[in-house]
């Protein structure tokens, strides 16, 4: 047998970069487990259903719905990959429940007057929102889902932490016994004032987690994605660098309750996933070495870049911890703090006494 | 302290690509301590000798040289990154010794009739050649180089060997329990033909490793590098799924002999460098099971491309093993080699008894 294999050098690792995403996708361990559980693990929730699969893609959310008994799925995919979708569904000899269509969900038709009793979607992007496709899961639910229908996901949590990002800053103080501090500084000058997507390590948070933002699927609306914003005080829960910000989203299943809640976290003690975590590094100047108990005030908002929809401009501000007006009661170290803390604690001791 | 952090969205996670580059270079543990080793620890072969860094970049190696006790150190860099590699050299408090010029090496200038007693440089590009830069080094050397001068690294040597690539085939037999067959032939077909930056784990060459070429950069020529050929017949070291074709290569330095020799190794069973393996995989119907002790014929050519001097074009052809000649003697388990075997060590023994 003879075959030549004759390369042409203009593509070299470059060629075809949709296909290698789709690898990217399928291969990350903790996404595809989650939806392979929260699908198969519900059969109850698919048997004899009728499915919406919104961004398809390969197909393979749409299959776990069939294994899971769906009756029905319609898979809706945009791109052509939606001719592979369909060769992987007849691959795996379900073409008689699954329906691909190749369109946007917003041009996609359903027969006249159905509706569906779930939709399943993978649409998260980098830090959630980040060139991802809630907006058309959205339309999709408002136009072709039941009343009670489901959503799969249903919720999403979007969390930010102060950390340190040692990576960027002091990874550079000393590589292989050379002071490279200038390289780091020009590594984030570079990329100044651009989240990057990195994965931090769960002890370089400098705070568990702080939730910017909530979203129930079945009810959220786009108008509500179009801007997010926070302006806090997080108390510091050990001390350590703050050279930025961490974010990162979790988002939870439908289940029957019976078991612990079905989720796919992104969090830095979770699994790493393709989307890492994304990081805000400050500039130099604005970091700052903190002590447990120590306040941090920022605010931080996500807005909907007005060229191009998917996308999202972060705007990070440092404020005065002095200035801010902190929770009720306060852990953090300021004077003003642990009197009101003990205020209160001793108006609940009265309160209870009497 | 306030400061905002506006993100520009046009530029998110794309720009500046040339120092993410040089942070996944800087950041590569077996490569920098290759070098690290090879240079630190021969200062009896650095002190006091004049050195010539080719591609500085960052110039972490000069400053090794430096720190190994040479005298003068040249470091030369084409890119903007001189400037970098300027303030980097000052931070460590070496511009007595190390002089950067932001030039490429075919435009610097030696002081009038000076000549260097080094040559380090990392020049290497996937699978050695492809887009390195061993040109400008070899060019260096002749013009630059004392005639008993040092390289560091000395010699190159490449490796080819058969092997199994489940991440381009079996991955996509059941995947999360779904037939995505179709997928991986799609992927497969799309890069069809292109050699791919993989990591192989050991177990999947078929093969400890041919040596498709070995060069002594202290005499290798630059015509020499135009077209690299071989014409071979492995034999199977272990039985296994033949995908593919895994290229990697090996780099050594000049040492006082006491030791180990020092090399840099890209192999599927080193430590993974930012080289990985490059491999070649094979169309479907050229996939076979391979046996112990089945002979493998094939020729591989690596070609310089003709518009772009610094790629390379990968040519694999797979022969006919029954057509083809084998070593002498041969380990395969083809009749006319176990004879020609049997038949030479026959000689052999009535060789040793006269």
């Known amino acids: 047998m003879e075959f030549t294999d004759q390369i042409d050098p203009a593509s070299y690792f470059d060629s075809y970069e ?34 919406l699969d919104v961004g398809a893609g390969t197909g393979i959310l749409s299959i776990f719905c069939a294994q899971a008994g769906a009756s029905k799925v319609y898979a809706v995919e945009a791109s052509n990959l939606a001719r592979l979708a369909r060769a992987v569904v007849e691959e795996n000899q379900l073409q008689a429940v699954i329906e691909v269509s190749e369109c946007k969900v ?38 072709f889902l039941k009343p009670n229908g489901l959503m799969f996901p249903d919720t999403a949590t979007l969390y930010v932490a102060p950390c340190s990002v040692p990576s960027r800053f002091d990874r550079w103080e000393s590589l292989s016994g050379v002071s490279m501090r200038c390289f780091g500084r020009a590594l984030r000058e570079q990329n100044s ?32 994605l179009n801007s997010i914003e926070v302006k806090d005080v997080i108390v510091a829960s050990r001390s350590g660098k703050l050279q930025g910000f961490c974010i990162w989203f979790e988002c939870t299943f439908p289940g029957d309750g019976a078991e612990e809640q079905l989720q796919l976290s992104t969090s830095p003690s979770a699994s790493e996933t393709h989307w890492k975590q ?25 807005t909907r870049n007005k060229e191009t929809n998917r996308r999202y401009d972060l705007q990070l501000t440092l404020l005065d911890a002095e200035k801010e007006e902190h929770h009720l009661p306060c852990e953090c170290h300021m004077t003003k703090c642990i009197l009101m803390k003990t205020h209160l604690e001793k108006m609940q001791v009265e309160e209870e006494q009497h």
């Open 278 to 302: 994304t990081v805000i590094p400050l500039p130099e100047d604005a970091c700052e070495e903190l002590e447990e108990r120590d306040p941090v005030a920022f605010s931080l908002t996500m």
């Open 106 to 143: 917003e041009d996609f038709q359903l027969p006249e007057g159905e509706r569906v009793d779930i939709i399943v979607s993978e649409w998260m992007g980098f830090f959630l929102l980040h060139e991802g496709m809630l907006d058309s899961v959205l339309y999709a639910r408002d136009k």
């Open 18 to 51: 949709d296909l290698k995403v789709h690898e990217l996708m399928l291969t990350d361990q903790p996404r595809q487990e989650a939806y392979q559980k929260a699908i198969l693990g519900n059969r109850a929730l698919f048997e004899g259903k009728t499915v």
């Open 193 to 224: 004032g651009n989240p990057e997507v990195l994965t931090v390590a769960p002890e370089h948070l400098l705070y568990d987690g702080h939730i910017i933002a909530w979203f129930d699927l079945m009810e959220v609306t786009t108008e509500e």
